[in-house]
């Protein structure tokens, strides 16, 4: 099907802007940073789950559900973006958390009971067994006569990563717009369908620019089997016959950066959330967008992306997280 003709959700105030970083390029004194503000995608709190969820949302309504069945960690910017969308609609949402209930209700976690989600937690820390947590899940709500819509972690689906195929379409738009040809888009990697969909949106609109993914979670080999995967199903998916190479020209995958573990904040993360804050007034997340701008930091300052070049950095969202996050964010301040 063609990515006009997919069934599609308006929800998210497109297109995003594209912003100019000139203090924050001015303090790492290295490329000319932009930001594509995903972050004000707007709907729910925006963040890059609106784009994907217009997708799979209307996947629900044409299916004819009853409830949303999702999950992640309690943070999870997916789940609180699924909620909204899933209250939108006028559905249920149930939610699968692993691990057990945080002491306090915060960030991502307070939005999802505001919105009334039906929450389970598997009080098991193993976020490997979560999908099939979510589709037994689904089952049972089937068993009891209702009709699920079961979404995996982060939207990742073919449908979900279509979205970011129509994402680069916007961007492209506004490059030539602005006459700008990025040499380097930049952003964070989780459960890859962002990613996925900007190598096939790239690929079939020939952008001139290579793709740097911060994984914040997955190791690089991991990520790239994902992706791999990911971006073939959203080619056959929209019926584009692409060439993808996965070599450096079009994709490089960091792994550098992810620290002691997923949703656990880095020094230099905490120093690029306050670095973007303080130069451009924009917030950075804990989680994703945090890592991925100290993986450009580093790059910078390794010299592998250098001054005279323009680097599109693609602000995902994420930040109801910071609430959950203050006591990490307050200690580190010794940089
Ligand atoms: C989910 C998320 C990402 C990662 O996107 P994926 O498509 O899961 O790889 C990046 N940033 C934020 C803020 C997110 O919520």
Sequence with gaps: MKLTTLPRLRLATLPTPLHRAEHLSAALGGPDIWF????????????????????????AVAQGADVIVTGAGAQSNHVRTTVAVARRLGLACRVVFHSSRP???QGNLLLDELMGAEIVFTDN????????????????LKAEGRKPYVIGRGGASALGCASYVAGVRELTEQLID????????????????????LIAGTRWLQAGYRLQ???????????????????AETAELLDLTLELLFDQTQVNIYDDYIGPGYGIPTPACIEA?????????????????????????????????????????????GWPALFAHTEALMTSTDF
């Design 213 to 231: 993914g911060i994984t914040v979670s997955r190791p690089r080999q991991e990520v790239l089997a994902r992706l791999q995967r990911l971006a």
């Design 36 to 59: 594509k503000r995903d972050d004000l995608t707007g709907f729910g709190l925006g963040g890059n789950k609106v784009r994907k969820l217009e997708f799979l949302g209307a996947d």
């Design 273 to 317: 959330i306050r670095l973007a804050a303080q130069t451009e007034g924009i917030f950075l997340d804990p989680v994703y967008t945090g890592k991925a701008m100290a993986g450009l930091i580093d790059l910078i300052r390794k010299g592998q992306i250098v001054k005279g070049e323009t680097v599109v950095f693609l602000h995902t969202g």
């Design 103 to 105: 002491p306090e209700t």
């Design 178 to 197: 602005i006459q700008l040809q990025p040499d380097h888009l930049v952003c964070a990697v989780g459960s890859c369908g962002t990613l996925a969909g």
């Design 125 to 140: 820390p193993d976020r490997s067994q979560l999908d099939q947590r979510i589709v037994a899940e689904g089952e049972r």
